[in-house]
């Protein structure tokens, strides 16, 4: 018998250079990947975006020798969720599924961690953006990458013909489609401009549509407004912050800028909003340029007149509601590699530039070194329309939620705390404290264990 | 039901066919093809209805990782919250307003329907289950464009007559309004015809004794009708009893339980925290908490129904 000539401390030493060498080497892409891989991913509203990513992920799969079939899937009904839920509690059906903003924390239990490929991709393309790593990272472990399709945030998108007509304000001069942007222009762009030109508006007959429901572009919008006071509802270490000024401040803030929308917002879907601007009724909304692509389709003479800038800003801070959407791996993947290089090779900037151009400019990576695409340049009419779209100036990207830990935020923003607590004052009639103490009991209950 | 069993002499008497023969007999017994008939649906209701019910069960006795038994807590955690309570209060009066009005609706047509020529009652039986046969979702779909928030269509008629727009969705109590008008609207031809099943069952010879008893027709319908009703009245009730509590369609695709959560019932709530929130123990603890309540109301309302049936038997 033969014995082995590697001594004890020899094998930990080896393994421990091995060990330290895998987790610290950027993720390389393999070329033996093989097998087959089903992508259940999110199906694109803009007309043709889907056929973009399909042709992206058959060349990849031509090219590594891997069969890809993908089912596009709607989020209409939240059709995506249900899917991804049941698969998570199968543990069966495809291999990489998209998921919408908090879903990744609802399943990182059965998904794969990504550090290796988001590692590589940040060595590549720089900073990621804070929100999408809130939401991804989870104990220093990434379980979803950030993906350009679907990504999106919520800024104004506004009449220019009617901001200078009845309110004297010349959007276009405040943010120019280019990167000479006038500081004092800018800062100028405040919540009380736009509360005043709310009321200016609403006075010609053409009112600002904030929706208050309880769907996502009303809780975006909401939560980044109450950001930009400074109101918090629990931050990071599970202290229930809802009781402060900031919060008073938001709310009455609030009082006021409700009075100058239409009744019918605290009924209005995600589509709502949109469907005020396309129809000529409306000064303006908080939203990506979905609204505006509609437009154009629909209503070209007021598509002419749509421009995305940036939020107003308030006494904390300009904050626009952010929305990314991730792919996540599952755990139960039979071909983790192959996924894995999938996932890299769509997410680098070749890729990316060609998956915002597919979506005329909507979908947002979440790489700011993404920002320079010129698809957001050349969109028109009128020409340089979402120049603005992606965050340029001191606006930051935020989250309904945030600073709470993902467990609680989640819940925070699905059970649209903030949209619920304006609409209790504002429709509700309820004194501002009473609203405040409802919120305090509510997010006692959501910090259980 | 009696089986029947055919028995061949000759096989009985040859001992070394006897497995052979008795599993030709047990495939012959009409009960046994019944069973085997039903065997695929018996599979289907077992795993579709029984396994997912029980599993709830267990998944609501569970922390929200899903990792720890804590028995009764997700309950005692629900009945602290105030707006689950709302909830509880709204599914209420969801599902007694709607029962009540389909009830109420479905007798009056099916007396009227019963009432018509016997030539043309086919034709408004047939029309008056159209709600019943739509597709719910896309019936509800129809009716949230008839309510939507601002181009509604209603509301276009009422400023054509002049009168002011009516905040069908966008005001909880108008909202609440709504999404009972439809379930109304869905679940009326459900009781008409089960009423005017009833009803055709009535024996003529009762009306015609009533009558030369000197009954007027409030009298036949309260001394006669209804009694002859009341099983039929007290299995539909708590049939759509039971169906309304667990709605979720009209309210998802009409509100999704706003404004203010004032229009959640059990099963939109269970889905808010269940799916979208992701705390399946939270949402499994929403949606059977009007198990044991449905459950003990079945039990008098079905004993009723078995003491009543072997009074007439």
């Known amino acids: 018998m033969q014995r082995s000539t590697i001594s004890r401390r020899d094998l930990l030493k080896t393994t421990a250079i091995t060990a330290a060498a895998t987790v610290s080497a950027p993720y390389v892409r393999h070329s033996y990947a093989a097998g087959k891989l089903a992508l259940g991913l999110w199906d694109h509203w803009v007309p043709g975006a889907n056929n973009t990513l399909t042709k992206l992920c058959n060349d990849w799969g031509e090219k590594n020798k891997v069969e890809v079939t993908i089912d596009y899937i709607t989020s209409q009904g939240d059709k995506d969720i249900l899917t991804a839920s049941a698969e998570a509690q199968a543990r069966a059906g495809h291999d990489i599924m998209s998921h919408r903003a908090w879903q990744i924390q609802v399943h990182r239990a059965v998904l794969e961690p990504l550090d290796d490929v988001v590692t590589a991709l940040i060595a590549k393309a720089g900073p990621i953006s804070p929100v999408a790593e809130y939401l991804a990272k989870t104990d220093g472990k990434w379980f979803g990458i950030p993906t350009t399709v679907g990504s999106q945030v919520k800024p104004c998108c506004s009449r220019l013909d009617l901001y200078k007509q009845h309110c004297g304000v010349d959007l276009t001069k405040i943010f120019p489609p280019n990167p000479n942007r006038d500081p004092k222009l800018v800062d100028s762009w405040n919540y009380d401009l736009y509360l005043k030109s709310a009321e200016q508006l609403f006075k010609a007959g053409f009112p600002i549509g904030l929706p208050m429901g309880q769907t996502s572009d009303a809780i975006d919008s909401t939560g980044a407004m109450f950001r930009g006071f400074g109101s918090v509802m629990v931050d990071e270490k599970d202290n229930i912050k809802v009781d402060s000024n900031e919060t008073r401040a938001a709310l009455e803030y609030f009082k006021k800028l409700m009075a100058f929308n239409p009744p019918e917002v605290y009924a209005w879907d995600d589509a709502g909003n949109n469907r005020w601007l396309i129809s000529g009724k409306g000064a303006g909304i908080q939203n990506p340029p979905s609204a505006w692509a509609v437009a154009k389709r629909d209503n070209p003479q007021v598509a002419a007149q749509c421009w995305t800038h940036d939020m107003p800003r308030g006494p904390a801070g300009r904050f626009v509601g952010q929305l990314p959407f991730f792919y996540g791996l599952w755990s139960f993947s039979q071909n983790k590699p192959a996924g894995k290089d999938l996932l890299q090779f769509l997410s680098e900037k070749d890729q990316s530039r060609q998956l915002v151009a597919a979506s005329v400019g909507y979908d947002l990576p979440s790489f700011k070194s993404y920002y320079d695409f010129d698809t957001w340049d050349k969109v028109e009419p009128p020409l340089g329309t979402v120049y603005n779209y992606p965050p340029r100036g001191d606006e930051q990207p935020t989250i309904t939620g945030y600073p709470a830990r993902p467990d609680v935020a989640t819940q925070i923003y699905n059970q649209s705390l903030h949209t619920i607590m304006v609409a209790k004052v504002t429709q509700g009639d309820e004194p501002i404290d009473q609203v405040i103490k409802w919120a305090h009991g509510e997010l006692e209950g959501l910090l259980r264990a | ?313």
């Not at chain 2, 869905?186 to 009558?211: N, T």
């Not at chain 2, 999704?256 to 004032?262: F, L, S, V």
């Open chain 2, 1 to 313: 039901m009696v089986d029947l069993i055919q028995q061949y002499p000759g096989q009985l008497a040859a001992p070394a066919t006897r497995p052979r023969a008795s599993l030709r007999r047990f495939a012959r017994r009409r009960s046994t093809t019944a069973f085997l008939m039903c065997l695929p649906l018996i599979a289907i209701v077992a795993g579709l209805i029984v396994y997912p019910a029980f599993y709830s069960v267990f998944l609501a006795m569970l922390n929200k990782a899903q990792t720890k038994f804590i028995g009764l807590d997700n309950f005692a955690y629900l009945l602290k919250r105030d707006t689950f309570r709302m909830v509880v209060e709204q599914s209420a009066i969801f599902a007694l307003t709607a029962v009540f009005f389909k009830a109420l609706i479905g007798l009056v047509t099916a007396h009227l329907v019963n009432n018509l020529p016997s030539k043309g009652q086919r034709k408004w039986r047939g029309m008056l289950l159209v709600p019943w046969v739509i597709p719910l979702a896309l019936s509800t779909l129809g009716w949230w464009w008839l309510f939507d928030p601002t181009h509604s269509a209603f509301n276009w008629l009422i400023r054509g007559f002049g009168g002011n727009e009516i905040p069908w969705l966008s005001n909880p109590y108008w909202a609440r309004f709504s999404v009972i008008l439809v379930n109304v609207w869905y679940g009326a031809p459900f009781f008409l015809i089960m009423y005017l099943a009833a009803l055709k069952s009535v024996p003529e010879q009762l009306y015609e004794a009533a009558q030369i008893d000197g009954a007027n027709a409030w009298q036949r319908f309260v001394h006669v009708t209804l009694p002859m009703m009341r099983n039929i009245i007290a299995i539909t009730v708590l049939f759509s009893l039971i169906v309304t509590f667990a709605n979720f369609d009209i309210v998802q695709i009409m509100t999704a339980g706003g404004p203010r959560n004032m229009t959640h019932v059990f099963a939109t709530y269970a889905f808010l925290l269940g799916i979208r929130s992701g705390d399946l123990p939270l949402g499994a603890a929403v949606s059977l908490f009007m198990l044991p309540i449905l459950a003990v109301s079945a039990m008098f309302i079905l004993r009723g129904v078995r003491r009543r049936g072997r009074e007439i038997g």
